[in-house]
């Protein structure tokens, strides 16, 4: 037990870990740090330093973001809950990919995992699974023109949009809306992922931007009918129907636009 004279580890009692990780951090040139890398190369510096805060130290002083900022959201999108526990543990690193599983539960009986992609030579990480595999890169391809539609064509990047963080001035239901499309999105990659895995099911580009489609709809749908059974539905014209592309209401039939683009 401490003691009452014991410092506790509060802003003013630094342990040197601290100073290793700032010092490693200012050797990255960040020019040069694209945000992919720099969301893998935390858990270098994880490894490296085996304290938590390294994580929260390494994006304040590489992409001056709270953590904090990048989860908060999850669990207030109109996607699911599997949707949303799937952003959540793409987020914290813990998806049980075949790299995961081998490094952290090799004593577990994990230790002779392949951690290689099912589909390809590569190893299985987050970073393959969700942004270098060909199938994921296509679904992503998918969204963007709806992502730039919720955006009002404000510039963004993919990567960041799946780290929660997009521009301040954009308003917070728009912002609702391409969480819960990035979960969807996110959500049909892990599928594909198991069924490759699992039963050796190829993942089918069309099949999969339908997917994706269908449970945007069904979401919006099913939000638009709870708002009418509360008689608000100029409150749900005002959090979805933005734009007549994105959503519009013509004689109470809810048209949808996004995702109507290919």
Request: charged share 30%.
């Amino acid at each position: 037990m401490r003691s009452n004279n014991t410092p506790r580890p509060d802003d003013n009692y630094r342990p040197k870990f601290y100073n290793d990780v700032l010092q490693a951090i200012k050797k990255i040139d960040i020019k040069q740090v694209k945000w992919e890398t720099s969301y893998f190369y935390t858990q270098i510096i994880e490894k490296e330093y085996k304290h938590p805060k390294a994580y929260e130290n390494f994006w304040k002083n590489v992409n001056g973001i709270e953590p904090e900022e990048m989860w908060k959201h999850i669990y207030t999108s109109h996607a699911n809950g599997k949707q949303q526990d799937i952003h959540f543990k793409f987020i914290h690193r813990i998806l049980p990919t075949n790299d995961f599983m081998k490094k952290r539960f090799k004593g577990r009986g994990y230790n002779q995992t392949d951690p290689k992609c099912k589909g390809c030579t590569e190893t299985e990480t987050n970073e393959h699974i969700f942004f270098q595999c060909i199938h994921a890169k296509d679904l992503w391809a998918f969204i963007k023109p709806s992502i730039a539609k919720l955006l009002q064509n404000t510039p963004f990047k993919m990567f960041k949009l799946t780290m929660n963080t997009t521009h301040k001035n954009i308003a917070l239901v728009r912002r609702k809306l391409v969480i819960t499309l990035i979960q969807i999105t996110l959500h049909t990659i892990w599928l594909n992922r198991n069924r490759l895995k699992f039963k050796n099911e190829k993942p089918f580009i069309d099949a999969s931007k339908r997917k994706i489609q269908n449970d945007f709809e069904y979401t919006i749908k099913n939000k638009y009918h709870n708002y009418i059974k509360k008689n608000m539905l100029e409150k749900f014209r005002k959090d979805f129907c933005h734009t007549p592309e994105i959503c519009n209401i013509v004689d109470n039939n809810l048209m949808i636009g996004l995702l109507t683009h290919t």
